[in-house]
């Protein structure tokens, strides 16, 4: 989610960093690994025009 590759690498880590701050602060987040075919899912780009939305990812165990 950047105008470039490079800012959406640098907004990806921030973003990571910032939820080990908080996973540090509360202790009771759940957390768990993500498969890198559900990482690639969500990181790939299917058009060249730049997206202004914001996504999350999100995965619901039931």
């Known amino acids: 989610q950047g ?6 690498i640098r ?3 921030e973003a990571i960093e ?3 701050e908080e996973c ?4 009771d ?7 890198i075919k559900e990482l690639h899912e969500f ?5 060249k025009e730049p997206v202004l939305e914001e996504y999350e990812l ?3 165990y039931a």
């Open 43 to 47: 990181l790939i780009v299917e058009g």
């Open 24 to 27: 540090k602060k509360e202790g």
């Open 11 to 13: 907004k990806l880590k």
């Open 58 to 60: 999100r995965a619901v």
């Open 3 to 8: 105008a470039t590759k490079d800012d959406a």
């Open 29 to 35: 987040i759940y957390h768990a690994p993500i498969s």
């Open 18 to 20: 910032c939820f080990e």
